[in-house]
């Protein structure tokens, strides 16, 4: 079972970028596809972006869209985030997560999940 772990959070002002970077173990990451979620506090956990398996069809959650942008590196076993003109309702703890499609991203119990990277954004 693939492993996963996030790196790139920080505090960040306002209008600024970050990427985020997800890391993945194990020799079948190209059969995986990937998403990132987020938690703010006190709310559940909600969808932000997903990418297929090649990396050709991505999906955006309509709050982020044009502002956050998910891509992959099979190469590296990687998915990124990256993400510009933050606000402050951006900031949350990040997830990225595997399954073996798109849907399953989306919707699946077997998710598997990473330890999480925390995004503060300051006004």
Known sequence: ????????????????????????????????????FRQAPGKEREFVAAISQSGTTTYTADRVKGRFTISRDNAKNTIYLQMNSLKSEDTAVYYCAAAISTQAVLSSPGRVWGQGTQVTVSS
């Open 1 to 36: 079972q693939v492993q996963l772990v996030e790196s790139g959070g920080g505090l960040v002002q306002a209008g600024g970028s970050l990427r985020l970077s997800c890391a993945a173990s194990g020799r079948t990451f190209s059969s995986y596809a990937m998403g990132w």
